[in-house]
């Protein structure tokens, strides 16, 4: 089954505790993005990669690190949490990356507490 | 910065009610999404439109692109509770090249 994969789909941590969130998409896809939803905000991007080892910056990269040493993987990286980053996180990946036009899959997200 | 400004942030109607929901920017974008979310889950792409003028109708969902390409609008017929989620419009622009921005988000509850 064609799929996009979050782990863990459930964290809570104190802050300063390094952490990473996994994603995984099995569909050979080029482009995978990171977002977080927090409420009334909708969506934000925080990183994408074209291709591997490609990464570029959204709308909100502070306090993230990616990588994207295999096609397949994007893990996030929260190197010192802080409360601010509570939110709902959302991994994507679509087939080519080309403007709008690919679908973005999503996977079914992480909810990430700091306290 | 919000790029995509949403209208109604929440809308709560009848079964069988029509609705229409709105997403407007001041940028001019090479192509536009829409997207439902339900709880718990992440987005599923719904319509892709990349003409300006353009009408997409998806059984009773009816998605138009603004002339300009600036906006869009998202219409509902004779809704039904199964319509009920978060929808999410997604846009980028050619000055943005891959970075991808979504609107604030319109929550629709349909009440049976």
């Known amino acids: 089954e064609a799929q996009v994969t979050q782990n863990p789909r459930y964290l809570i941590t104190v802050t300063g505790k390094k952490l990473t969130v996994t994603c995984s998409q099995n569909?050979?896809?080029?482009?995978m993005s990171w977002y977080r939803q927090d409420p009334g905000l909708g969506l934000r991007q925080i990183y994408y990669?074209?291709?591997?080892?490609?990464?570029d910056k959204g709308d909100v990269p502070e306090g993230y690190k990616v990588s994207r040493k295999e096609k397949r993987n994007f893990p996030l990286i929260l190197e010192s949490p802080s409360p601010n980053q509570t939110s709902l996180y959302f991994c994507?990946?679509?087939?080519?990356?080309?403007?709008?036009?690919?679908?973005?899959?999503f996977g079914p997200g992480t909810r990430l507490t700091v306290l | 910065t919000q790029l995509l400004e949403q209208s109604p942030q929440f809308l709560s109607i009848q079964e069988g009610e029509n609705l229409t929901v709105y997403c407007n920017s001041s940028?001019?974008?090479?192509?536009l999404q829409w997207y439902r979310q339900e709880p718990g889950e992440g987005p599923v792409l719904l319509v892709t439109v990349v003409t300006g003028g353009e009408v997409k109708k998806l059984k009773r969902l009816t998605f138009q692109f603004g002339d300009a390409r600036k906006d869009s609008s998202l219409h509902i017929t004779a809704a039904q509770p199964g319509d009920t989620g978060l929808y999410l419009c997604a846009a980028n622009s050619w000055d943005t090249g891959n970075q991808f921005y979504f609107g604030t988000g319109t929550s629709l509850t349909v009440i049976p």
């Open positions: 940028s001019v974008f090479s192509s």
């Open positions: 569909m050979n896809h080029e482009y």
């Open positions: 994507a990946s679509s087939s080519s990356g080309t403007a709008l036009r690919d679908t973005q899959y």
């Open positions: 990669s074209m291709n591997v080892e490609v990464t």
